[in-house]
């Protein structure tokens, strides 16, 4: 047990890094945790290890933005533990394994920075070896200078193209791109082009990248309306469907890409009020301007608060760090206000381009929603469309409630890969809001620990405990 | 199959693997390591037996839980690469006899 932080910071993302640094600058005591080994998270992992120039060349400049934000939090005197897990988090506190020892922390006002995940692709077959997301290659190209040759990708939305882009760039052969988006989304998306427009640099990437894959010369089926992979104990075949038909190709790796969306879990845990976010089609935390949730001691910054990517995330780190500092009354109301402005207009500058993204890329209902009843939807406990389908046609109510008609969501994963999709689906079948049908209940612990980790957590404590004791008598 | 984009020189590791002795590419985790060692599956599922390899990479997908020196469950993708460290492919339920209740 460690005294009382002003600010317990998980996630050593772009928004955690800067909500760190910016609550230092304001004098708060600040203890940030991280599952990973260093910090970055996933946009800048590996962003405090020695640069190579050639991984440099492949994974482009974006990188030096992510550096900053690094240079300026290693130096801010936060109290970083990387390799910590966060299994708990409450108001009295939280609990976590840091480097396998078991330990509490409180936390005066906890910010959560945990970010996004990929969104499930709950086609049949994709719990095959062999398919794997998108932004997982991403991760073993960025760290581990691993990658497959001659992989098919699948999906769209950004993350898909740029990887598909440094693939390229890195001389590694792709079979193929299957491109998910559809055609159809093409002129809701131009109505917010103009907005977009504000912020040329995204589309010009964006441009930039797709022209080099289609001059590339690497075979690009566009309009993919279904998806799904077969083999016996690995990925073998990809089939799809377009306007030319069924097809099939033959491949060992896929890699797959819905866009992202926030990862809820440890939010949802804290039982803070979420919502429906029908533009980008998650759920999210409701949060005030500044990153506050429903629950004072609780706030949220960066993607896990909603979409808005890396510039954003670290705009939103340090506008939370601004509110934090005068929640604890380090800031009065004159400074907090001239110095977050300033923030806010930045971040509305860089999220101009958000809802141009989100209709362009929005992925169709059948994406979303399995149409073949033998899609897995829960990987972890291997429950299918139809297994959903028909408890619901039995009656079952909600998310909840399928965790006993079916075991959905109970298996190690507790609900991440299949939380989105459960909702969407039993929304579908009832014919009712997302809003309504909700999502699962998520219980402590929110990480796998053992009964060896808890009990060191209540030793630990108890010690504590008996210190205490010992010097008041 | 994940191959090293070039030759780093990064250097290998022994690990024990189902109980051989063998030399892993050094990464930053044990993942990466076993997939560019060819290691398949990490898995297999409790409830049809099915196999898995990661899928994520970063935490959530819990596909790559292996069993690391006797205590199972763990994420692959979480762990440092450590030398001599014991991995067990995990097949069905976790064992959490006397086996997993320590660390």
Same mark, same amino acid.
């Given at each position: 047990?460690?005294?009382?932080?002003?600010?317990?910071?998980? +996630?050593?993302?772009?928004?955690?890094?800067?909500?760190?640094?910016?609550?230092?600058?304001?004098?708060?005591?600040?203890?940030?945790? #991280?599952?990973?080994?260093?910090?970055?998270?996933?946009?800048?992992?590996?962003?405090?290890? &020695?640069? #190579?120039?050639?991984?440099?060349?492949?994974?482009?400049?974006?990188?030096?933005?992510?550096?900053?934000?690094?240079?300026?939090?290693?130096?801010?005197?936060?109290?970083?533990?990387?390799?910590?897990?966060?299994?708990?988090?409450?108001?009295?506190?939280?609990?976590?394994?840091?480097?396998?020892?078991?330990?509490?922390?409180?936390?005066?006002?906890?910010?959560?920075?945990?970010?996004?995940?990929?969104?499930?692709?709950?086609?049949?077959?994709?719990?095959?070896?062999?398919?794997?997301?998108?932004?997982?290659?991403?991760?073993?190209?960025?760290?581990?200078?691993?990658?497959?040759?001659?992989?098919?990708?699948?999906?769209? +939305?950004?993350?898909?193209?740029?990887?598909?882009?440094?693939?390229?760039?890195?001389?590694?052969?792709?079979?193929?791109?299957?491109?998910?988006?559809?055609?159809?989304?093409?002129?809701?998306?131009? &109505?917010?082009?103009?907005?977009?427009?504000?912020?040329?640099?995204?589309?010009?990437?964006?441009?930039?990248?797709?022209?080099?894959?289609?001059?590339?010369?690497?075979?690009?089926?566009?309009?993919?309306?279904?998806?799904?992979?077969?083999?016996?104990?690995?990925?073998?075949?990809?089939?799809?469907?377009?306007?030319?038909?069924?097809?099939?190709?033959?491949?060992?790796?896929?890699?797959?890409?819905?866009?992202?969306?926030?990862?809820?879990?440890?939010?949802?845990?804290?039982?803070?009020?979420?919502?429906?976010?029908?533009?980008?089609?998650?759920?999210?935390?409701?949060? #005030?301007?500044?990153?506050?949730?429903?629950?004072?001691?609780?706030?949220?910054?960066?993607?896990?608060?909603?979409?808005?990517?890396?510039?954003?995330? &670290?705009?939103?780190?340090?506008?939370?760090?601004?509110?934090?500092?005068?929640?604890?009354?380090?800031?009065?109301?004159?400074?907090?206000?001239?110095?977050?402005?300033?923030?806010?207009?930045?971040?509305?500058?860089?999220?101009?381009?958000?809802?141009?993204?989100?209709?362009?890329?929005?992925?169709?209902?059948?994406?979303?929603?399995?149409?073949?009843?033998?899609?897995?939807?829960?990987?972890?406990?291997?429950?299918?469309?139809?297994?959903?389908?028909?408890?619901?046609?039995?009656?079952?109510?909600?998310?909840?409630?399928?965790?006993?008609?079916?075991?959905?969501?109970?298996?190690?994963?507790?609900?991440?890969?299949?939380?989105?999709?459960?909702?969407?689906?039993?929304?579908?079948?009832?014919?009712?809001?997302?809003?309504?049908?909700?999502?699962?209940?998520?219980?402590?612990?929110?990480?796998?620990?053992?009964?060896?980790?808890?009990? +060191?957590?209540?030793?630990?404590?108890?010690?504590?405990?008996?210190?205490?004791?010992?010097?008041?008598? | 199959?994940?191959?090293?984009? #070039?030759?780093?020189?990064?250097?290998?590791?022994?690990?024990?693997?189902?109980?051989?002795?063998?030399?892993?590419?050094?990464?930053?985790?044990?993942?990466?390591?076993?997939?560019?060692?060819?290691?398949?599956?990490?898995?297999?599922?409790?409830?049809?037996?099915?196999?898995?390899?990661?899928?994520?990479?970063?935490?959530?997908?819990?596909?790559?839980?292996?069993?690391?020196?006797?205590?199972?469950?763990?994420?692959?993708?979480?762990?440092?690469?450590?030398?001599?460290?014991?991995?067990?492919?995990?097949?069905?339920?976790?064992?959490?006899?006397?086996?997993? +209740?320590?660390?």
């Amino acid at each position: 047990m460690s005294g009382t932080v002003d600010l317990a910071i998980i +996630g050593a993302g772009p928004a955690g890094m800067s909500a760190a640094y910016h609550a230092r600058t304001h004098g708060l005591s600040v203890v940030l945790l #991280d599952e990973q080994p260093t910090p970055g998270g996933q946009v800048y992992r590996g962003i405090a290890t &020695a640069r #190579d120039p050639r991984l440099d060349a492949i994974l482009g400049k974006d990188y030096a933005f992510g550096e900053e934000i690094y240079r300026r939090f290693a130096a801010c005197g936060a109290d970083y533990r990387p390799g910590s897990t966060v299994w708990r988090i409450g108001a009295e506190g939280l609990s976590l394994i840091s480097t396998g020892r078991s330990d509490d922390l409180l936390a005066r006002r906890t910010l959560v920075a945990t970010g996004a995940m990929e969104r499930p692709f709950p086609a049949k077959g994709w719990t095959l070896p062999g398919v794997m997301t998108a932004g997982a290659a991403q991760i073993l190209l960025k760290t581990s200078r691993l990658v497959a040759e001659d992989a098919v990708f699948i999906g769209c +939305g950004p993350l898909l193209y740029l990887v598909a882009y440094q693939y390229l760039k890195a001389g590694v052969a792709i079979r193929a791109i299957l491109d998910t988006a559809p055609r159809e989304n093409l002129l809701p998306a131009a &109505a917010c082009l103009p907005g977009a427009l504000r912020q040329p640099g995204y589309i010009a990437k964006g441009l930039r990248m797709i022209a080099a894959l289609r001059l590339s010369g690497i075979r690009i089926h566009r309009n993919i309306r279904s998806v799904s992979f077969s083999g016996k104990d690995r990925l073998d075949t990809v089939h799809w469907r377009d306007k030319a038909g069924e097809q099939t190709l033959e491949c060992t790796e896929a890699f797959v890409h819905q866009g992202v969306i926030p990862n809820v879990n440890m939010t949802m845990s804290t039982g803070c009020r979420h919502v429906w976010d029908e533009g980008q089609l998650c759920w999210r935390p409701e949060l #005030d301007a500044f990153g506050r949730t429903s629950h004072e001691w609780l706030m949220v910054a960066g993607d896990g608060g909603g979409i808005g990517g890396a510039r954003s995330a &670290a705009l939103s780190g340090a506008i939370a760090a601004l509110a934090a500092a005068r929640d604890l009354g380090r800031l009065d109301a004159g400074a907090f206000e001239s110095e977050s402005a300033p923030l806010l207009a930045a971040r509305r500058r860089d999220l101009a381009v958000r809802p141009f993204l989100d209709r362009l890329y929005r992925p169709l209902p059948g994406f979303r929603v399995p149409e073949d009843e033998e899609a897995v939807i829960c990987r972890c406990e291997e429950v299918t469309c139809g297994d959903v389908a028909r408890a619901v046609g039995e009656g079952c109510p909600g998310p909840n409630q399928l965790k006993s008609f079916t075991r959905a969501g109970m298996g190690p994963c507790q609900g991440r890969l299949c939380g989105h999709t459960v909702t969407e689906t039993i929304a579908r079948l009832s014919g009712r809001a997302p809003q309504e049908v909700g999502y699962y209940r998520i219980r402590t612990p929110i990480k796998p620990v053992t009964v060896g980790d808890i009990a +060191g957590r209540t030793e630990n404590a108890e010690q504590g405990a008996e210190h205490e004791q010992a010097a008041a008598h | 199959m994940f191959r090293p984009l #070039d030759v780093t020189g990064d250097g290998a590791v022994s690990i024990e693997v189902e109980g051989q002795s063998r030399l892993v590419p050094m990464a930053p985790n044990l993942a990466a390591a076993l997939l560019s060692a060819g290691f398949s599956p990490f898995r297999t599922t409790p409830a049809g037996a099915a196999p898995r390899q990661p899928y994520c990479m970063m935490g959530v997908c819990f596909d790559c839980l292996v069993e690391i020196d006797g205590v199972p469950n763990r994420q692959a993708c979480l762990e440092s690469l450590r030398e001599g460290m014991r991995v067990r492919r995990q097949r069905g339920a976790a064992d959490i006899g006397e086996k997993g +209740g320590t660390r």
